[in-house]
């Protein structure tokens, strides 16, 4: 299997929160607060693989300081909402703003950030996905399910 470049590497960590989007919306009680807190996780690790390691190397290639700072904002709105759901029960309008909130983002990532980053040159996706997926490894073992 040829080795995955960085975009692939996230954008698989955008379809299986999307999936887990999809699975909170038709799960009883129980199981959306089981759901919530996965998606939270998955969400937090994903955004701070994407703070600490892609988004300063795509920076770095790219000079793009408008996409990050933009991307930027979509994280900490994330966030908050992410802090909003940890703060109690599953809330089901709070999810529906999350959700909404990180198919916006991860459309833009889809459509902007990633096609610039795959022809950019200077920019090594493959081990870029090397790096973000050590990390990610270190911080799910941190914060186990």
């Known amino acids: 299997m040829p080795q995955q470049d960085a975009c692939t590497l996230l954008d698989e960590d955008h379809k299986k ?16 607060q089981q759901l919530a807190q996965t998606i939270a996780q998955e969400l937090s690790v994903h955004m701070q693989i994407e703070d600490e390691i892609f988004y300063p190397a795509f920076l770095d290639a790219t000079g793009d300081d408008d996409m990050i700072e933009e991307a930027e904002d979509e994280h900490d709105e994330a966030r908050e909402l992410i802090a909003r759901l940890e703060g109690g029960k599953a809330d089901d309008e709070v999810m529906k703003d999350l959700q909404k909130a990180i198919e916006h983002h991860v ?3 889809r459509r902007e950030m990633f096609p610039k980053a795959r022809e950019t040159s200077g920019l090594d996706l493959v081990k870029l996905a090397q790096e973000l997926e050590a990390r990610k490894t270190e911080l799910m073992s941190d914060h186990p399910a």
């Open 17 to 32: 929160v999307e999936q887990l989007f999809k699975e909170y919306q038709s799960a009883d009680t129980a199981r959306k």
């Open 107 to 109: 459309g833009e990532e």
